[in-house]
């Protein structure tokens, strides 16, 4: 059990048997009652933010996470199979656990999987990936300082906003956290 006064941004606690990552916090002092801890909340099984507020040196329970670098294999109907790179297991994790990630994971990628009491519950991507895109229309010659966009198609079957200077069989950079084209790599 841990106090409010020992939280940090980023901490994991077990809150009314919910997994929460501390966003941020601030101690609040007013000039009558008691003091309070204000919190802002990411669920870590739904993604939802809440906002609470604990009493002044109310205890919860840390949640402690154990993470492994883990090679995304493969999917089927409902799951997402890695497999351990120190041990070569292989585990099953259901779609409700990777959420929007699966838009931009890619077969023999390198992710780290965070644990709690031995069960997945979170896989974080790499924050760039390299992905080539599969369909677009064809790019416009010259025009590459213009910021109009045009929607195409990567490996993972999202379409995202692309250049007009991009084609088919290029490679690009996007980021994970965004969904964004951040540069060309390759022709």
């Known amino acids: 059990m841990i106090s409010t006064s020992d939280f940090k941004n980023g901490m994991s606690i077990n809150y009314k048997d919910q997994l929460y990552e501390i966003l941020y916090f601030q101690h609040v002092?007013?000039?009558?009652?008691?003091?309070?801890?204000?919190?802002?909340?990411?669920?870590?099984?739904t993604g939802a933010i809440t906002d609470k507020t604990f009493r002044a040196g109310e205890k919860v329970e840390k949640a402690i996470m154990d993470t492994k670098r883990m090679q995304f294999?493969?999917?089927?109907?409902?799951y997402y199979n890695f497999m351990d790179t120190k041990t070569y297991e292989q585990i099953p994790i259901s779609k409700d656990?990777?959420?929007?990630?699966?838009n931009f994971l890619?077969?023999?990628?390198?992710?780290?999987?965070?644990f709690y009491k031995g069960e997945p519950i979170s896989v974080e991507l790499p924050t760039f990936i390299e992905t080539k895109i599969i369909d677009t229309e064809p790019g416009i010659k010259g025009n590459t300082v213009n910021s109009n966009y045009k929607p195409a198609k990567i490996e993972t079957g999202i379409t995202m906003q692309v250049p007009l200077f991009i084609n088919k069989g290029d490679i690009i950079k996007a980021d994970t956290r965004t969904g964004e084209y951040i540069t060309r790599i390759s022709k």
């Open 29 to 45: 002092k007013p000039g009558k009652g008691g003091a309070f801890v204000r919190t802002k909340l990411k669920n870590l099984n």
């Open 73 to 78: 294999l493969y999917r089927d109907e409902h």
């Open 97 to 102: 656990h990777i959420g929007e990630k699966e």
């Open 106 to 114: 890619l077969e023999n990628m390198e992710v780290s999987v965070i």
